[in-house]
């Protein structure tokens, strides 16, 4: 019986559309030009850091993230914030806490987007990045960390995200049960293929989450 919900970040919690706009303006490439060599490397397979080579080859990704922080200290320049949150994602992580269920935050994201989470005063029970473990998916060890700070079996916890191949996949090689969120350009693409027939749930929003599940049983962490 699931008693922990885990949450992926990015297309999952977070609309990314704003950082990659201001990527496209930092760029000097048009918005729907970035936004559609993204939805291809999504539907190629490829990495999101491969759309940098194909718009600006031989681009260093990191030493452009550390001009632009220096010409724009105060931005946000690749970062989110609260006004990013997709707008069922406070209700629903609040029905889940008060339906008895354990919420949790656990994404790749980097050092900085944990302390944007933290501010965001989400209704959660914890929120860890990849980053701060120095881990990161779909290796088998972040699944494991997941497991471990949650306290629970592995069968105890569904993993909620946006891409077969980051989220729900190694999820459920971990022993997890899963939910593919149709949602960002990743989501869309990958519900469409056959590999999510693997996944428990195949969802439109956060919202149907409780529906679907109902009250937690009661059980011991491990």
Not at 21 to 36: E, H, K, P
Not at 131 to 138: E, I, N, R, T
Not at 140 to 152: D, H, I, L, W, Y
Not at 171 to 179: H, L, N, S
């Amino acid at each position: 019986m699931i008693q922990a919900v885990v949450f992926d970040v990015g297309e999952t919690l977070i609309d990314e559309t704003r950082i990659w706009s201001r990527w496209a303006d930092r760029l000097g490439v048009t918005r729907l030009t970035f936004m559609g060599v993204l939805g291809g490397m999504a539907a190629l397979d490829r990495s999101h850091r491969d759309a940098f080579e194909v718009l600006r080859p031989g681009l260093d990704v990191e030493a452009e993230i550390r001009a632009w922080r220096l010409e724009d200290p105060d931005g946000l320049r690749e970062n989110f914030n609260a006004e990013d949150l997709y707008p069922d994602v406070r209700d629903s992580l609040a029905e889940l806490r008060k339906s008895g269920y354990q919420v949790i935050v656990a994404g790749n994201q980097p050092v900085q987007a944990y302390d944007a989470l933290v501010a965001m005063d989400l209704p959660v029970d914890a929120i860890y990045t990849s980053d701060g473990w120095g881990l990161a998916k779909p290796a088998p060890g972040f699944f494991a960390k997941v497991a471990e700070v949650s306290g629970r079996r592995p069968e105890e916890i569904l993993y909620v995200g946006d891409r077969l191949d980051n989220d729900v996949l190694p999820a459920g090689r971990a022993g997890m049960r899963t939910a593919l969120l149709r949602r960002g350009p990743w989501g869309f693409l990958h519900a469409d293929r056959p590999d999510a027939a693997a996944c428990d749930y195949v969802i439109d929003g956060l919202g149907e989450l409780v529906g679907l599940l109902g009250s937690p049983s009661p059980s011991t962490p491990v």
